[in-house]
């Protein structure tokens, strides 16, 4: 008996609240073949019962926001790579149903050898394939499938044969191969395809299930806006134009031929990690710092003020004499936002151990040149840490009560060596002096690669041992 479906698939989000402004509907355009798949692919999710272990990866293309709409695992990557990033995801979590959702541009062209390569290794993935004929997103550019003859933002006068070549037919390719295991092309273009599509997606998705390997449905799509046709006439577009070039059918089908493969995984403990990926490495010997005995011995610094007070500059002395001195550093300036005189930051890292992560969100000292930095960051500071500000340009005081807070008149010191601008090189004097981190003559001798001004060394050299001066009347 015919089943009357009056509610959404369960594989969708009852309501799209990832999606800004209007919840309830797509943000694809009249007509467009992408939601009628994506409503296939929620209802085969639903159908199959793999909604919980189903990861949908969206892809650079006007499919690109697939997350708004499904509820399943979701992953956005970047142009052409969905096979290589849905590879990974199997591999790591071989229970999960991998689904590669593609557009012809993002697949076939930049995307060309990743595909190839995916379908080749037989990866037990799932890919979507949505050939519409054209770059949709970026205006209606050629598409490696864009067929003959067909004007486009890129082939104004036509694709012709002799530039572009022949529209590829992906399925048939991916067919010459060993390693896919069901391969298929259908349509979106009425209820008589629309039900063959549906078949098409079940059985690509079953392959997966069952550990055949991999699978593929290439899906010919509407895309009025990009062919610059009315929606209520792209099927007949379809029929005249994509159909006599894209034959529909199973173009290879192995599936009774394979053994069901289910790949093993191993979880590891961070030690087996560490001893697999010889990434052991010694114990650190500790700075002989006054930091060393609240337990930072490798500072993360933050140094944060106005651009043009000199905040990049200021980092760079640290880490150019921190790697004098053989020291692992990492120096990551902001440079946007200084350009306009906005806030400027810069993260600084110093260890005797490989840094992870060069960035700084919760550093062991921060560097507070104006009062915005000085607010903004102070209750990022880790517990035990050193906030110094230049208390000559910031008018209020630190409130944290469980670090070692530093006012240091940086400005006005500047200003009495007859340069404003040299703050920054007194606070790194105090700071290298007070806290024994590295010898203030590191700096000294590395002030050459962080002061562009060559005229300015010398001065700069002054402001350092100002700042050192400074650093032993704490
Ligand atoms: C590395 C990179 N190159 C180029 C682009 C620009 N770009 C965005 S979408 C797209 C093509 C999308 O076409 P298709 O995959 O056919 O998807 P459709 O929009 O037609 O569904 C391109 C070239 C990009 N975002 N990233
Ligand atoms: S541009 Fe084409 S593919 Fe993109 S949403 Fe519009 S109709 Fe769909
Ligand atoms: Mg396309």
Redesign the pocket.
């Known amino acids: 008996m015919a089943k009357l479906i009056l509610e959404k698939p369960k594989g969708f989000c009852d309501s799209y609240e990832r999606k800004p402004g209007d919840h309830g509907t797509t943000h694809y355009c009249p007509g467009c073949g992408?939601g009628n798949i994506h409503k296939l692919l929620a209802e085969a999710v639903e159908d199959l019962g793999i909604q919980d272990r189903t990861i949908i990866i969206s892809?650079?293309?006007?499919?690109?926001f697939v997350y708004y709409y499904f509820a399943t695992g979701n992953i956005q990557v970047?142009?052409?790579r969905a096979p290589a990033v849905a590879t990974a995801l199997k591999r790591a979590n071989p229970h999960a149903i991998v689904v590669s959702y593609?557009?012809?541009?993002?697949?076939a062209?930049?995307g060309g050898n990743n595909i190839l390569q995916a379908a080749n290794r037989g990866e037990h993935i799932t890919v979507i394939f949505?050939n519409?004929a054209?770059?949709?997103?970026?205006g209606g550019?050629l598409?490696p499938t864009s067929l003959l003859g067909m004007k486009t933002a890129t082939t104004p006068y036509g694709r012709d044969l002799l530039n572009e070549g022949p529209p590829m037919k992906v399925v048939e390719l991916l067919s010459s191969l060993d390693g896919p295991t069901y391969l298929e092309r259908q349509a979106i273009m009425g209820n008589k395809y629309i039900a063959r599509a549906r078949k098409a997606l079940r059985n690509a998705l079953q392959c997966q299930i069952d550990g055949k390997g991999f699978s593929m449905v290439e899906i010919l799509s509407a895309?009025p806006s990009?062919w610059k046709v009315d929606p209520t006439d792209s099927y007949a577009w379809m029929e005249k134009n994509m159909l006599p070039h894209f034959q529909l059918g199973v173009t290879k089908d192995v599936r009774a031929e394979r053994e069901p493969f289910f790949r093993t995984f191993k979880t590891l403990s961070a030690a087996e990690i560490v001893e697999q990926l010889d990434l052991a490495v010694p114990e650190p010997k500790h700075f002989p710092s006054k930091l060393q005995k609240t337990g930072y011995g490798d500072p993360s610094i933050k140094l944060a003020g106005f651009g043009g007070q000199g905040i990049l500059s200021a980092g760079a002395m640290l880490a150019n004499a921190g790697m004098e001195q053989g020291l692992q550093t990492s120096w990551i300036p902001s440079y946007g936002p200084e350009m306009r005189g906005g806030t400027a930051y810069c993260f600084v890292n110093l260890s005797e151990r490989p840094i992870g992560s060069p960035t700084v969100s919760h550093p062991d000292v921060l560097m507070a040149f104006n009062r915005p930095s000085l607010e903004k960051f102070e209750p990022d500071v880790k517990p035990g840490g050193l906030l110094m500000y230049d208390s000559t340009i910031i008018d209020v005081k630190p409130k944290r009560g469980d670090i070692e807070i530093l006012a240091v008149p940086a400005t006005q010191m500047a200003d009495d060596l007859g340069n404003t601008r040299m703050a920054n090189t007194i606070m790194v004097g105090v700071y290298v002096a007070h806290t024994g981190i590295m010898s203030p003559a590191a700096i000294e001798q590395t002030l050459p690669l962080a002061i562009k001004r060559k005229n300015l060394v010398d001065a700069n050299k002054k402001a350092l041992r100002a700042g050192v001066d400074f650093a032993a009347t704490l």
Do not use: E, F, K, R
Not at 59 to 64: K, L
Not at 102 to 107: K, P, R, S, T, Y
Not at 134 to 138: K, Q
């Open positions: 992408h892809p650079v293309g006007c499919s690109v970047a142009h052409g593609q557009g012809d541009g993002d697949l062209a930049i949505v519409n054209i770059y949709g997103m970026t550019q598409a895309c990009g």
